[in-house]
């Protein structure tokens, strides 16, 4: 006899997330000092926060003990009038990880679907799971979606349709005709969430936001955490046609985004140079581990985003090996493919270094 039995089936069952191993508790089972440690496991910015956001979050600390605007005005008015839309299009999250479970909450029942790709962010499984929906994994040939496949899976049941583009682990895109073709098939009882977290890396994304402007039932969802170097703050927001995005609001928690985020993110929005200047560190990164993968005669996926997939064999053991050195990675077991690691792209310095572990963890397992 356990709590279990009183509990609902859909959360007992449930898988939890495993997030990137945090810096601090790498340095304290390793007895090293944090600044010796390379994070490349979350895909945040290596540069560190948009400058600008800071000064204002240390604005904001001043106003600490009043209560957040829980309408976000300020920062949905800026997200709205840089993608010329309106307020009304505009939702905020606790992270955009938040907006996927608002649509979750206003769409999804034990009778419903959702759609992903096989291996797409890992997130819409487990939030399927605890809404109790069915979780449909379309398979993704070369780890790109295949979005004819995605549209051909559409059922009376299906609810939401999750497209990442830029996909995180794969790091693959799909294209604007990909997307056309699918968007002309799909039913008006579907939502298809497109999650853009890395939108502003590749040079040239396809638009999904047209679709937000006819008025289909899409939401787009973009994030302060990846580019804008704000994972911390947990703050990202979802662009969705009026109709979506009301409802979306009535699901949210009323303070859900808090007073500090709201002011670095505004701050982030404008800070072109910071987002310039991640951008070019990170095509540079991503053509010194491309040159060195390919010398080294290791697998990769091409990447549009931060972060390479890359085929090493035991990726469960490389990424405790390459711990021991004091970098952290990420293993993929959790996503079905054992032998794959995936790296964020880094400084320069922080490339160099976890290329160098790798070398060694590699020749070390050879040797065995
Ligand atoms: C990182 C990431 C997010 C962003 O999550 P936040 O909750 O905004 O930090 C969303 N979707 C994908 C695919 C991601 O990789």
Redesign the pocket.
Known sequence: MTIDQYANRFVCDLVAYEPGKPIDETARELGLDPSQIVKVAS?ENPLGPSPLAKIAMRDALEEAHIYPDGGGYRLRCAIADSFEMEISNVVLGN????IIELLCHTFLNRDAELIAAEHA?VVYKLMATLFGAKYIEVPDPGFIHDLDAMADAITDKTRLVFI?NPN?PTGTMVDQAAIDRFMARVPEHVIVVF?E?YFEFPDSPPDALKYVREGRNVCV?R?F??IHGL?AL?V?YGLASKNVATLLQKARQPFNVNAIAQAGALAALGDSAHIEKTRTVNSEGMAFYETALKARGLEFVPSFANFLLIKVGDGDRVFRDMLKQGVIIRAMSSYKLPDWVRISIGTRAQNERCIEVLDSVLAAEVAV
């Open positions: 895909n992270g955009s990880n938040e962010f990442a995180n999650d977290a969802l994030t955490s990846k994972a947990r990202g």
